[in-house]
């Protein structure tokens, strides 16, 4: 029969325009946080991450916001450039351990 | 530093038979945990280890197996596979303590026929 995939919220910018892409995450006892980025035939590459007691983090052309309340997390890709297209996850972290639990994960375009 | 190896990259196998994924973790790395990436269900956990013992578990069937060495390196095992295991399986490398950054490898595409 016909396998049905996930459907991906896709988002599309122009090259140097910000993007931000939003996860809803589900336990409220996940107090670690990574985004990855994957492109076609690679494994998920480390972005950014945060942990509970902080509500925004950023690095290099990247941010993350974390808001409990509502169980959200953004990421903020400053200057977008056609290399950033990619699917991006958010995954969250439910001690004790290391094991992740991803979100369905955003298709992101460049247009350059 | 060496990221995270995983062997082999791609992988036929039919269905009944069973298969081995091998994971070399970052070094000093001490927990490898394992996800099935799927279009149908996304990235989901399998299993981690840590100091050669399971110490989370996701929601597969007992064919799937894994297990750790004391080099840190991991296998995973399926067992009497289906076609529905035909996934990217990938490998994620910790430090140790929960909550540690994680990092994956290129993963193993698996097609069962």
């Known amino acids: 029969g016909e396998s049905v995939g996930l459907h991906l919220p896709t988002l599309s910018v122009q090259e140097g325009d910000n993007s931000i892409i939003n996860c809803a995450y589900s336990?409220?006892?996940?107090?670690?946080f990574i985004w990855y980025k994957q492109e076609s035939g690679k494994g998920p590459q480390f972005i950014i991450d945060?942990?509970?007691?902080?509500d925004k983090r950023q690095g290099q052309r990247v941010t993350v916001l974390l808001n409990k309340t509502v169980k959200h997390l953004s990421l903020q890709i400053a200057a977008t450039q056609p290399g950033d297209s990619a699917v991006y996850f958010c995954?969250?972290?439910?001690?004790?351990?290391?094991?992740?639990?991803f979100g369905t994960g955003t298709s992101l375009t460049v247009i350059p | 530093k060496a990221g995270v190896t995983q062997t082999p990259r791609y992988l036929i196998k039919t269905r009944g038979q069973q298969v081995t994924l091998s994971c070399s973790p970052i070094?000093?790395?001490?927990?490898v945990s394992w996800y099935q990436q799927t279009p149908g269900q996304g990235l989901q956990f399998l299993f981690e280890?840590?100091?050669?013992?399971?110490?989370n578990k996701g929601n597969f069937p007992g064919r799937f197996s894994g297990r750790q060495f004391s080099n840190s390196r991991s296998e995973m095992n399926v067992s009497t596979l289906e076609l529905g295991d035909s996934a990217l399986y990938l490998c994620?490398?910790?430090?140790?303590?929960?909550?540690?950054?994680?990092?994956f490898g290129q993963g193993t595409r698996l097609t069962v026929v």
């Open positions: 336990n409220s006892a996940s107090d670690y």
């Open positions: 995954a969250e972290n439910i001690p004790p351990g290391n094991q992740f639990y």
């Open positions: 280890y840590f100091s050669e013992t399971q110490r």
């Open positions: 945060i942990r509970s007691n902080m």
């Open positions: 070094s000093g790395h001490r927990s």
């Open positions: 994620a490398s910790s430090l140790g303590q929960g909550g540690a950054e994680a990092f």
